[in-house]
């Protein structure tokens, strides 16, 4: 069992606090994450929203599709009846190097942005390149960050194929492969450290699956309660 793996709060602490929230974020914090994952959209005014979903419905009391609001629009609505939907910039000086902060590109169009940002707090705020993980289903938005700036570290998402990602992980020089839990074998753990990539699972939340992950020697694990991890 490997001692160092990494643990990483899904979306903040989305098991105590709404998902991509500031409070949930601060929960992770709390429990001394080594990293966090949250999801980014652009909303119609240019701004990075951290928010999962395309459409404001499930977590919010407005609807619709969030990428044509304006950020003063989506300012007005509420989170679980309670929070403020955040923006990239507040996520990052909330955490201010604390840990290492995975970002997920869920929206289109949103790696010019994100990379930005990213050069932006790595030039006036001390953050590092090592502090940042971005990561995407979506190859294009991958291969965007990967032409605009090499030094960020990418993660490549898959729920369906490890040796297909690998491949994809293998054109944009990645750092990490990102599966579901569900594709997870001890073999293919193996396959993608031994080319040089670290395994973070998502999303673990059960302890069975934890001590398995741990088992396999997984790098990191991205769970909804990351202080059972």
Same mark, same amino acid.
């Not at 994450?33 to 909303?43: L, S």
């Not at 240019?46 to 950020?71: C, I, P, W, Y």
């Not at 040089?196 to 309660?225: C, E, F, H, L, P």
């Given at each position: ?35 966090? +994952? ?24 407005? +609807? ?8 003063? +629009? ?20 909330? $955490? ?15 790696? +010019? ?96 699956? $934890? ?19």
């Amino acid at each position: 069992m490997k001692p160092n793996c990494l643990v990483m709060g899904h979306r903040g602490a989305k098991a105590y606090i709404a998902e991509n929230t500031l409070e949930s974020i601060q929960k992770a914090l709390d429990f001394n994450v080594d990293g966090i +994952e949250i999801d980014v959209h652009c909303c119609a005014t240019g701004e990075l929203v951290v928010f999962h979903d395309f459409t404001l419905d499930r977590m919010t009391n407005g +609807e619709g599709e969030l990428a044509k609001q304006s950020l003063a +629009e989506l300012k007005k609505l509420k989170v679980d009846g309670q929070f403020s939907i955040p923006t990239l910039d507040e996520v990052l000086d909330l $955490i201010d190097r604390q840990c290492i902060l995975n970002i997920e590109l869920k929206g289109k169009s949103t790696a +010019e942005a994100t990379c930005k940002t990213i050069q932006n707090y790595i030039k006036d705020y001390g953050w590092q390149y090592s502090d940042f993980l971005v990561s995407s289903f979506q190859h294009h938005e991958i291969e965007a960050v990967f032409n605009i700036d090499k030094n960020i570290p990418l993660g490549v998402l898959t729920k369906a194929n490890m040796v297909e990602a690998i491949e994809f992980a293998e054109i944009v020089q990645a750092k990490a492969i990102h599966p579901g839990s569900a594709i997870v074998t001890r073999d293919n753990v193996k396959l993608a450290q031994s080319k040089g990539y670290d395994v973070n699972v998502w999303t673990v939340n059960d302890k069975a699956t $934890i001590i398995r992950m741990k088992d396999y020697g997984v790098n990191a694990i991205i769970s909804d309660n990351p202080d059972l991890v």
